[in-house]
């Protein structure tokens, strides 16, 4: 990941972590949480979603649990319907797919 994109989602890292989550520039505001089955937990990690060997997009870990997660992206982009999600200070490498996205909010389901 080069630098600047570090620079700019660890920027935006902490300007999450400083808010109630409401924007009025409809940023990375959460979706209401629906009941899951499994728990899952608020989380603000810095992750990589791998569309294939030459795409790959930074993005901030919102909820995690032990079969999916819920992620915002830096932009809009169109995603595969399979993608690999890589947390590297979590040591997590899951393959997904990808269940809905809304704007730059992408939920995933965890393969087995």
């Known amino acids: 990941m080069a630098k ?3 620079t700019r989602l660890d920027a935006r890292l902490s300007s999450l972590s400083k808010t109630s989550g409401r924007s009025s520039t409809g940023g990375f505001n959460s979706k209401p949480k629906k009941p899951r089955g499994k728990d899952r937990q608020s989380t603000f990690r ?5 569309c294939d060997s030459s795409s790959s997009y930074p993005c901030v870990v919102k909820d995690l649990s032990e079969t999916g997660a819920r992620v915002a992206l830096e932009g809009e982009y169109g995603l595969s319907p399979r993608i690999t999600l890589r947390i590297d200070q979590a040591g997590l490498k899951k393959q997904a797919h990808v269940v809905w996205q809304d704007g730059v909010e992408v939920g995933l389901s965890f393969e087995e």
């Open 4 to 6: 600047s994109n570090s």
């Open 46 to 50: 810095i992750g990589v979603i791998v």
